[in-house]
């Protein structure tokens, strides 16, 4: 499911040459982003850095399931279960 959002927005609108060149780009920068997830939510006894992480993933994931859902709507639809999981996680990390 995770990559079917990126083919329909990459096949939609050009690649990365075309319209949906800032939704991937959100996209990549969203993936960076997701690699301290891990160590930060298992390993932090400080929950600041966590909430920040948190706080900038959401806010990131937002955008770009705005973008793709400006691309093609079952794009950014697909955003939205993660949206909820990342809320939930949040929630149970603090």
Avoid: E, Q
Wanted: with cysteine; charged share 10%; hydrophobic share 50%.
């Amino acid at each position: 499911m995770l990559l079917c959002f990126i083919y329909l927005a990459y096949t939609n609108r050009g690649g990365f040459r075309g319209k949906a060149k800032i939704a991937l780009g959100l996209y990549r920068v969203h993936l960076v982003l997701s690699w301290p997830w891990n160590p930060i939510f298992f390993g932090a006894d400080n929950f600041t850095p966590f909430t920040i992480l948190m706080a900038t993933l959401w806010g990131i994931a937002a955008t770009t399931a705005r973008c793709f859902f400006v691309i093609n709507t079952t794009a950014g639809l697909l955003m939205f279960p993660y949206m909820s999981s990342s809320t939930i996680a949040t929630v149970i990390g603090r």
